[in-house]
């Protein structure tokens, strides 16, 4: 979700600085730091067709305060710009959500030490350049409006954005339960502001891999989590291993029936041979190898070289030495 950064104030009050040297090594003054205030997210519908509900909001509010600001999601220490020391939500009168729900919103207070290093990222935002806001969480339940079950889960076949009997589909989020930081984009994608949501998303619980086959058969856009993306990543690789012995078994199936074609009908070309052969399955091919065996063993039996005859042995001496 985002909104606009708004710059009500830029020195602290007594109350709000003691707030921020919560966050610091040593106690800063009142003219070393600059604050402003922004918009995180709230319970309208976004560009994502997703939106938060308004109790996420109220727990969205304890998880953010302390969270740093980066700037496009690229987290790195270098790319840290400000800290969130305060949040609240709030109840905009008169304000409706495009739903017609009341509307609220997640704000927070940020500061920046004035340094000179600072000063060109205040300038950008005292001048309205450096505006729009992105967060950057996770929430355990993503609900399908239409059905009331987890989006993409068994059962749900419906899809953001898409209207079934004029309703609208969208994602509602549940149940927040980290946030990683808030950044400065330059697209925005919040309807009303313009702005663009980019944070990261656990919709529901890691699915087991019978529930990911499952929503890769209804053969629609699936989005899936990285837990998720791992699990069907190892059970590809695990598929391929077993189709390569497979290939290989396959194979030495094929030159035994060859091998014992040639020898029980030979009058059959080896091009007629393999054309039979590539339309039967291993189970056809054992069963095949298991008759031409037989039939194999009748033209040319198999008998040891030093096959003990038959005739009884002669009376006399040192027959245990006879061959």
Request: with cysteine.
């Amino acid at each position: 979700m985002t909104e606009d950064v708004k710059n009500l104030s830029s020195a602290p009050t007594d109350e709000e600085l003691e707030l921020i040297n919560r966050y610091t090594r040593r106690t800063l003054k009142r003219e070393e730091v600059y604050v402003f205030s922004l918009t995180l997210c709230d319970n309208d519908v976004d560009r994502d067709f997703e939106r938060f509900t308004v109790e996420s909001l109220f727990e969205l509010e304890k998880l953010f305060v302390g969270r740093t600001g980066i700037v496009d999601h690229e987290s790195k220490s270098s790319n840290q710009t400000a800290r969130i020391f305060k949040c609240s939500v709030e109840a905009v009168s008169g304000k409706k959500t495009q739903l017609g729900d009341d509307y609220f919103r997640l704000t927070a207070r940020a500061y920046i030490p004035r340094t000179e290093g600072n000063r060109e990222i205040i300038e950008l935002i005292d001048s309205g350049i450096r505006k729009e806001v992105s967060v950057g969480c996770a929430v355990r339940e993503s609900i399908c409006s239409i059905c009331s079950k987890p989006l993409g889960s068994q059962g749900c076949n419906h899809q953001k954005g898409r209207s079934y009997a004029g309703k609208l589909c969208f994602a509602q989020l549940k149940e927040p339960y980290d946030a990683y930081e808030w950044s400065f984009v330059a697209v925005p994608a919040q309807r009303e502001a313009g702005v663009t949501k980019a944070f990261s998303l656990e919709r529901r619980k890691e699915n087991t891999m019978e529930g990911i086959m499952k929503s890769l058969e209804k053969k629609a856009e699936v989005a899936f989590t990285k837990g998720e993306c791992e699990k069907l990543f190892d059970y590809i690789s695990a598929l391929e291993k077993d189709a390569q012995a497979g290939r290989e078994y396959r194979k030495s199936l094929e030159v035994e029936f060859k091998r014992l074609m040639a020898l029980s009908s030979p009058e059959i070309s080896e091009g007629a041979v393999c054309s039979a052969m590539s339309g039967l399955g291993v189970g056809e091919l054992k069963e095949f190898i298991s008759a031409l065996n037989k039939k194999a063993e009748k033209i040319l039996p198999l008998k040891p070289q030093l096959a003990g005859s038959k005739k009884p042995k002669a009376q006399g001496r040192n027959n245990e030495f006879t061959i």
